[in-house]
């Protein structure tokens, strides 16, 4: 029961970062920046904060007394995480909730195999959990076979991506995704997906803080509420000095006190797409305490996030008009890179 309500937390945090993006399409007549900084002030600080006071005692105290060395890896890496946040909104706007978000997860999902075990390998004295080892292990065999496959997968769903690119004329892609750019936002999504892997780094630099919580009373079950808050901060920080750049570059501050636009449901709409996405990792955190292994979680965390979010590009018709040879090529990129994610689920658990 223990692993069936950690598979259903997944599941259900899966789904609300597939979906976290369809309430932006309800705003109007704001530049990307500022719909983006309003949804973001509710996913990286308030939506936090709110569940941290609810679930954890005196959840400040905690954050205070922890050790500097673990705060600032904790911050850090959501700071690197919130480059690839930014990275991923940019990603969605220019390839479509579809090819975006398998692109981009594709590259996490594989990152976040790889990156911890080749670190213990060369900047530690740890011997397990390493690249060698997972060359020397049958489950780190199975773990790269996965990322093989998911750099298969990733390679075909970019070959959709070119294929949609010579189906439809410049009037048929942007009906469905306005700023339709394959090139820009496959690069883009690359590095999105690389960087966005860091969140799951600072779960694991965070944990003395999670231990401190259970310690003062905390339900295990939300135990990771309290990094969410210190990971959330370095995201806070990236993508604020972004948005308030472009804001400033492209003159649009005005935006959030124009009154010739729909202010209130562009607020509105703005803030329930930003508290969306942070109840992705409310849940995550829930599902990982059950399943109790951080690495097969964030696989499976992954895997979720692309079924949803891909059954939304398919609602929105982001795939319409294009040639049947095209169509079954992106179901089979997104096949692809879920079998890859499974492989890699059964590889960790192996190993573990």
């Known amino acids: ?5 950690g598979v259903i937390f997944h599941f259900i945090g899966g789904f609300a970062s597939g979906s976290f993006y369809i309430p932006f399409k309800r705003v109007k007549e704001w530049a990307w920046e500022s719909y983006w900084i309003i949804g973001g002030l509710f996913s990286w600080l308030i939506a936090p904060y709110v569940a941290a006071w609810l679930t954890i005692p005196d959840f400040m105290a905690i954050i205070r007394q ?51 075990p080749i670190y213990r390998d060369f900047f530690t004295q740890e011997t397990e959990g390493t690249i060698t080892q997972m060359i020397n292990s049958t489950g780190g065999k199975v773990v ?40 820009t936002g496959l690069i883009v999504a690359t590095f999105s997906g690389i960087l966005s892997a860091c969140f799951n780094f600072g779960i694991e630099a965070g944990k003395p803080m999670a231990l401190k919580a259970i310690t003062a009373g905390c339900n295990p079950l939300f135990q990771n509420n309290v990094i969410f808050v210190v990971v959330l901060w370095g995201g806070l920080t990236t993508n604020l000095l972004w948005s308030l750049l472009l804001n400033f570059r492209n003159k649009t501050f005005g935006n959030y006190t124009d009154s010739k636009t729909p202010l209130l449901n562009n607020y509105v709409f703005s803030a329930i797409a930003g508290t969306t996405w942070f109840l992705q990792f409310f849940f995550y955190g829930m599902g990982e305490s059950k399943l109790g292994n951080g690495a097969s979680s964030w696989i499976l965390h992954t895997a979720s996030i692309i079924i949803i979010s891909n059954l939304w590009g398919l609602y929105l018709k982001e795939w319409k008009g294009v040639q049947p040879a095209t169509y079954r090529t992106i179901l089979t990129g997104i096949a692809t890179i879920i079998l890859s994610v499974m492989v890699v689920g059964y590889g960790n658990y192996l190993s573990e």
């Open 144 to 183: 790269l076979l996965g990322v093989l496959i998911c750099i298969i997968g990733i390679v075909i769903c970019g070959r959709a991506g070119v294929m949609k690119e010579v189906d439809l004329s410049e009037e048929e892609k942007k009906a469905s995704v306005q700023e339709f750019n394959l090139w």
């Open 1 to 5: 029961m223990q692993a069936l309500f």
């Open 66 to 116: 922890t050790d500097s060395d673990t705060l600032f890896w904790t911050y850090v890496m959501g700071l690197l995480w919130g480059i690839g946040g930014l990275t991923f909104g940019l990603s969605v706007r220019y390839l479509g909730l579809s090819l975006g978000q398998s692109v981009v997860l594709g590259f996490c999902s594989a990152f976040g195999a790889l990156i911890p």
